[in-house]
């Protein structure tokens, strides 16, 4: 049964207060940006009582400049700033000479504090609170990194080419120069992990093998001579998940362990690009495509292996696990072709009302999900609107020229 969203009537605002819960996010982009802090600092933290809150980041460009059009991108004098419950605790300038970028996708929240990469002509830059840590001579993008204590480790792919490297503070730890990642740095048991495809000669074409590397040590993953493509691969409390297409198989299999299942495609004629979700409670998700020779391709989503919903006319385009319930954001466009968003908590439309006609969503760092609770930063689609966090089902506005970047618990 395919599903389109139905949209409510406004949410009343809300001052958004001190957040007890961490955030969790699991992501579908693979260059997501995703960060964290290993667990012995996250002991440490709940051990001494620490409160928790939620942090924002955004940019803010001058009264009046359209950045939406962005005419003046790499010109124009903006702020990126760090919020802490409500508050702004930091703001530093755009500007080549302070190595930051207004890009998204170039800065990061890690336990508390405001994270940056930046490419030069020569290399590239890491900062925390806008003090260099490190750099090195090669240009790149992050689409991972973790802290742990005064060590940052990285996952950076080059600005042009294939390949990836694997850093510690700068210096390589393990390097690629074909092939690239399949999901960003992550932790398990204390041990730092990721996953990555590699281009292999196959019958007179290429695949890609999957590798997993778990602190520095690669093996591969999905060895089986029938085995056509592995789509994802997830590590959690020393189980090895994954999802793959065999020969002769239309639909996916997702790998548990020593176990085999198969998602319920019903009628379609195969499946595509599915991914596991998985975080220690009592359901494993797994999203992808249903596809149809007559009617195109359905973002669908299974529960235990079984068949849950798809969307015929709409693009999901991030999914969050918290606990048992899998939380989701939906991306349609409305009658004038202008995007909007529909954000779907524990399996319920939450009710953002008119602010689903002014605002969209710029990516999976953009929210998060744990104990019940979301947070969403929504992102205006037109000059006039302000930016704005939902808070479950209540939104507060912001009266600063420019956007929210990303939102997360610490």
């Known amino acids: ?47 001494a009582g620490k409160e928790k809150y939620l942090y924002v980041t955004g940019i803010e460009y001058p009264d009046g400049y359209d950045w939406h059009s962005d005419s003046g991108y790499g010109h124009v004098a903006c702020t990126l700033f760090l919020m802490k419950g409500g508050e702004r605790i930091l703001e530093l300038p755009v500007e080549d000479e302070s190595f930051i970028s207004s890009d998204h996708d170039m800065h990061r929240c890690v336990g508390g504090h405001l994270y940056t990469d930046y490419s030069t002509d020569a290399g590239t830059v890491i900062s925390k609170d806008g003090v260099e840590m490190f750099r090195y001579p090669d240009r790149e993008m992050i689409c991972g990194m973790m802290v742990d204590g005064d060590d940052i480790y990285t ?59 778990v602190d520095g ?8 001579e029938d085995m056509e493509a592995v789509d994802d691969v997830l590590l959690y409390d ?20 020593g176990n085999i ?68 954001i939906l991306l349609t466009q409305d009658s004038s072709g202008r995007d909007r968003m529909a954000v779907f908590r524990n399996d319920i439309l939450v009710g953002m009302g008119d602010y689903e006609y ?20 929504l992102h205006p689609v037109q000059p006039g609107v302000r930016p704005a966090i939902l808070l479950d089902d209540e939104v507060k506005e912001y ?3 420019g956007y929210f970047t990303s939102v997360s618990v610490w």
């Open 358 to 377: 002014d605002h969209t969503f710029l990516g999976s760092q953009c929210s998060c999900s744990e104990d019940g609770h979301m947070y969403v930063a």
């Open 399 to 401: 009266d600063f020229n």
């Open 155 to 213: 996952l950076g792919v080059p600005r042009t080419g294939d390949g990836w490297t694997y850093r510690k503070n700068g210096m390589i730890l393990m390097v690629k120069a074909s092939g690239h990642p399949m999901t960003d740095l992550r932790e398990d048991r204390g041990k730092l992990w990721f996953a990555y495809a590699e281009p292999i000669g196959y019958d007179g074409g290429v695949r890609y093998r999957c590798y997993l590397a």
């Open 238 to 257: 020393g189980t090895l998940y994954y999802t793959a297409r065999a020969e002769g198989i239309s639909g996916h299999l997702v790998y548990v362990g």
């Open 1 to 47: 049964m395919c599903g389109t969203a139905a949209f409510v009537r406004p949410a009343a605002s809300l001052v958004l207060a001190v957040a007890a819960a961490s955030c969790g996010t699991v992501e579908l982009e693979r260059t997501s940006g995703a960060a964290g802090v290993l667990p012995a600092d996250t002991l440490q933290q709940e051990a």
């Open 261 to 328: 299942h198969e998602v319920d495609k019903g009628i379609a004629d195969e499946t595509l690009d599915c991914r596991v979700y998985y975080d220690g409670g009592s359901c494993i998700y797994v999203s992808g495509k249903k596809c149809f020779d007559s009617s195109g391709r359905y973002d669908t989503l299974w529960k235990n292996f079984k068949y849950m919903f798809s969307y015929a006319d709409n693009r999901v385009a991030a999914y969050y696990i918290d606990g048992d319930f899998i939380n989701y």
């Open 217 to 224: 040590t690669a093996s591969p993953v999905g060895v089986a």
